[in-house]
């Protein structure tokens, strides 16, 4: 596997960043940035001019990783040509179900040597849980998938993603690595801890939570982030949601907030909440989530059992407000994890997808650091 590496940034153009060669060669380009700057075409018009072999899949963001840098309002760009892994990619958009999206990517990609599925999917007009049932029911077991929900800084206005063109909202897209050569590794780890007590989901539907032990749950929220809670929905990743999942080894998901009804009392979710389920509030310090993200390095490098050649890094937004100026710290401790040879790439995310552990489904996550791991064992 060869990689090169550039970056945009408004009024300089793109900057070569790791090699220059790969501008005929390149099967594959993986393209995350702001989503400002990704809705003038000319940044995906000038990937294809300089890629033109290649499937470019771009997404939208909360802050764009390259190396052990997090950047706000650019365009991080990672070529990457595959010597003996054959590739193959979809597309499908929000307009039906979730669930229905994921069954329609899942039957395009299949085939008896799929080996991995990496996901971009919109942020806010998709249910991660349902999305990821969808592939799920039409995959068998030994397919891994890993990706993550485009983001929007912390606007929560409106996410992008494309394939082989310019990224628009609506929109989810999925690589498939095929063959025996493709290596993967893979882990995702929070950081966070429960506090205050434990509450009943009473009324919610789907992904919209209406209330906890009978109440607003909105309300409940206010009453935690107090001043804060005027910068609502991006506050309230402050204060996640906890919720018991006996499916996952009796691990708990975490849940954040994508969108608020001040009339219905409402919050929508990345995620299924499930009426009757036991929740909690979460919060967090700077070094637990440091060291989250260095399991989660350290458990997709024992997946992966030989050097990687990229690491692709999706971590939430709620992880980045909570570390502010000392966020560049989390993506350190993964390069110290991984070592020197490895490629980084990555983004700030609504969500994150990919199972626990090895042999587990993949779930839907919010708050955590996902590393996925590539390598070509040739």
């Not at 307009?95 to 991995?116: C, P, R, V, Y």
């Not at 029911?137 to 929900?149: K, Y």
Request: aromatic letters at 8%; one cysteine or more.
């Amino acid at each position: 596997m060869k990689i090169e590496q550039q970056q945009w940034k408004t009024g300089k153009g793109w900057r070569f960043l790791q090699n220059n060669e790969l501008q005929n060669k390149a099967q594959l380009v993986l393209a995350f940035g702001k989503r400002e700057i990704l809705e003038d075409a000319t940044v995906f018009d000038n990937l294809k001019k300089l890629y033109p072999q290649a499937q470019i899949l771009i997404s939208s963001t909360a802050g764009e990783i390259i190396d052990i840098e997090v950047h706000e309002g650019t365009v991080v760009a990672t070529a990457i040509y595959l010597e003996k892994t054959p590739i193959k990619v979809a597309q499908t958009t929000t307009t039906n179900s979730s669930e229905e999206a994921g069954k329609e990517l899942a039957t395009q990609l299949f085939s008896a040597d799929l080996k991995h599925i990496f996901v971009l999917s919109d942020g806010l007009a998709v249910n991660g849980s349902d999305l990821v049932d969808g592939f799920h029911a039409v995959l068998p077991e030994s397919i891994s998938i890993t990706g993550g929900l485009a983001g929007d800084g912390a606007a929560f206005k409106s996410t992008l993603v494309g394939l082989n063109e310019a990224p628009k909202p609506n929109t989810i897209t999925a690589i498939g690595f095929y063959g025996d050569y493709i290596k993967v590794g893979f882990g995702s780890i929070g950081g966070w801890e429960a506090f205050g007590p434990e509450r009943t989901v009473t009324k919610s539907k789907d992904n919209v939570l209406y209330e906890l032990d009978g109440k607003p749950a909105l309300e409940l929220y206010k009453t935690y982030l107090g001043d804060k809670a005027a910068g609502l929905p991006a506050t309230a990743l402050l204060f996640p949601l906890s919720i018991h999942n006996e499916s996952a080894e009796n691990k708990s998901l975490v849940r954040t907030i994508l969108t608020i009804d001040e009339q219905q009392n409402s919050m929508t979710f990345a995620g299924d909440i499930p009426q009757g389920a036991t929740v909690r509030l979460m919060k967090t310090n700077f070094d637990k989530l440091v060291s989250g993200a260095e399991e989660a390095s350290a458990l997709s490098s024992e997946i992966l059992d030989m050097e990687a050649d990229l690491a692709i890094l999706v971590s939430c937004v709620g992880r980045k407000l909570v570390m502010g100026n000392r966020i560049e710290e989390e993506v350190e401790t993964v390069r110290a994890t991984l070592g020197e040879q490895t490629t980084i790439t990555g983004f700030y995310s609504y969500g994150e997808l990919a199972p626990y552990t090895k042999f587990k489904p993949c779930l839907l996550h919010n708050q955590t650091m996902t590393v996925t791991l590539l390598a070509e064992k040739l």
